[in-house]
Every structure is written in structure tokens, then in C-alpha cells.
């Protein structure tokens, strides 16, 4: 059964009986209106008027023989205009909605069932998708949003950081080996010397004399203070050294200077009396309290 709401001509199909045979109170879903719907009735088609056949060779006198006369307004049929219009139907839904006697009282929902929730339903997508086209106009400023645009940039950010890196590894190696020494010998085998006392040897020459009839080994140079910075001047250790690099034989002197301003040189001097047959001779710097050297 089909039934249209008066007041928004919004059409519902209903099951036969739905309504019942006296009819039943309905609201519109769309427009809330509440009218009085009723079953509408069947009519049976009218059956044809016969008539009979008339009699060969007789005449009706009361028949008119023109084809053309006239027909009286009396006799052409009339359409009746419908009492139940829209409007009428309406302004008598609002007399009589609270008494339709003739109703059993329940009024039934002329929406199709589940309705309402796929009225919700669409109603959240279309709001969520409002949201999300406002969420791309106007970014966040959370950090993963921060960490998405900064992603492209992380591969050139580790170069520099790693590049940054070996850079102050080379240049502070002094104050990391000092404070890591077992650091010393990786230095040494990428090739960079570490210089933890900032002296080195300068000009350092060897040459033998002749005191008393005795040989006499002189080693002479310059200590000189490579750093900006006063440093402290230590004991200095000399080794003779044969043909198999092996120690012959070491002592040790403390020059005269203990400190040395930045960029300052001083002069030392030594002599060895009678000294052992040697190939080279080696330097370098041991602490003043430890300068006690002898032959091996």
C-alpha cells in the first residue's frame, strides 16, 4: 500500500493492512505531519450497459434519427471535483488529530526500517570528511607532523653530522687521548701523531768528540711548545738503539726551563762519555719525578 504525506507529498510504501480497515494515525518522517491514513477502497469496474438488438424492420420513434442533435447539458456527464485536496486534507488533519474516532491510537512510523541509523551514519562520514579536508588546509604543529616534513632532510643532516664528527675527532685528539689513552694507538694507526704534552723536538743533532782520550757522544737541539697555551717542561729520555732496533742503552736530562710559554723554545744539551756502538738514537719525554734511565 502506498501513502503520501499531505503537507511534503512524500510518498512511503506500507504492507497491505498496515493500517488496518479503519484506518490509523501516521507521522511523516521527513516533515513530522500527522494525518488519519485510510485503506484506499477497490472499485469494481462497472459493467458495460446492453442493449438490445432492435427488431429488423422497425423503427423507434423516440430515437431521433439525426446523428447530429444535440445533447441537453442535463444529460453530458460531469466530472465531481475532489473534496480531499491537499490543503483541505491538511487543515483537517490540524481540527481533528487528537480525535480521529474512528483510529485504534497507534501511529506508526512511516520510515523504512534501520532509517535512522543510516541517517547517522552517513551524517558522521560526511562530518569526518569535513574535518579531514580541514586538518590538510591547516596543518598540525605536532612533532609528527614536524618529523614528516624533516624526513627528506635526514640523510644529509647524518653526513654533515658524521662529517662533524671525524673533523673534531682529528683536531681535539689531544684532549681525547687524554682522557681515553688507550685512544693513542687507533690515532697513530690512521696516521695523525697525538701530542698530549704540546712539545716537540726541534733541530736535534748528534756528533762526537774527543775529551781526554775518550769518545764523547753530544746530542743537542730545541724543545719547542707547539700550542698557544704555558706548558711544563719534562725530563727528556735518550736510547741508543743497535742494528735490530733493540735499546743498547738509555739515560736522561731535565733542561733547565720548566715551563714554556705558547709558541716559546728553549736549548738543550748533553753529553754521553764513552758511548756504545749505535745506530740511531731516540727521544722523547718522560715526567721530571721519573727520569732515572739505565743501560739494558
Not at 147 to 172: K, N, S, W
Request: charge should be neutral; glycine fraction near 6%; charged fraction near 25%.
Amino acid at each position: 500500500m502506498r501513502i503520501t504525506c499531505p503537507s511534503c507529498d512524500t510518498s512511503y510504501n506500507l504492507p497491505d493492512g498496515a493500517i488496518g480497515p479503519n484506518g490509523r494515525s501516521v507521522k511523516c518522517k521527513r516533515c513530522a505531519t500527522v494525518w488519519v491514513a485510510k485503506p484506499v477502497a477497490e472499485f469494481a469496474p462497472e459493467p458495460e450497459p446492453e442493449f438490445e438488438a432492435p427488431l429488423r424492420g422497425t423503427i423507434d420513434a423516440d430515437i431521433p434519427r439525426d446523428d447530429d442533435a444535440p445533447v441537453s447539458a442535463a444529460a453530458a456527464p460531469r466530472e465531481e471535483a475532489d473534496p480531499f485536496t491537499a490543503a483541505a486534507h491538511a487543515a483537517f488533519l490540524d481540527e481533528h488529530h487528537d480525535e480521529a474516532p474512528h483510529a485504534d491510537g497507534k501511529v506508526i512510523d512511516s520510515a523504512p526500517r534501520g532509517f535512522a541509523r543510516k541517517l547517522a551514519a552517513e551524517k558522521a562520514a560526511v562530518e569526518r570528511a569535513a574535518a579531514k579536508r580541514r586538518r590538510l588546509k591547516a596543518p598540525a604543529l605536532g612533532i609528527g607532523r614536524l618529523v614528516e616534513y624533516a624526513r627528506p632532510a635526514f640523510g644529509p643532516m647524518a653526513i654533515l653530522f658524521a662529517f662533524a664528527l671525524v673533523i673534531g675527532g682529528i683536531f681535539q685528539r689531544e684532549r681525547i687521548v687524554a682522557a681515553v689513552p688507550d685512544l693513542a694507538s687507533l690515532y697513530r694507526l690512521a696516521g695523525f701523531e697525538v701530542n698530549l704534552r704540546g712539545l716537540t723536538f726541534v733541530d736535534v743533532a748528534t756528533h762526537r768528540e774527543t775529551e781526554n782520550g775518550q769518545p764523547v757522544l753530544v746530542v743537542e737541539g730545541q724543545i719547542s711548545n707547539v700550542t698557544s697555551r704555558p706548558r711544563p717542561v719534562p725530563a727528556v729520555r735518550l736510547a741508543l738503539k743497535g742494528e735490530n732496533e733493540g735499546e743498547i742503552y738509555a739515560w736522561a736530562m731535565e733542561p733547565k726551563a720548566r715551563e714554556l710559554a705558547g709558541g716559546e723554545t728553549v736549548r738543550f744539551r748533553t753529553r754521553l762519555a764513552s758511548p756504545p756502538p749505535a745506530r740511531d738514537i731516540e727521544l722523547r719525554f718522560i715526567d721530571r719525578r721519573s727520569n732515572q734511565a739505565g743501560t739494558q
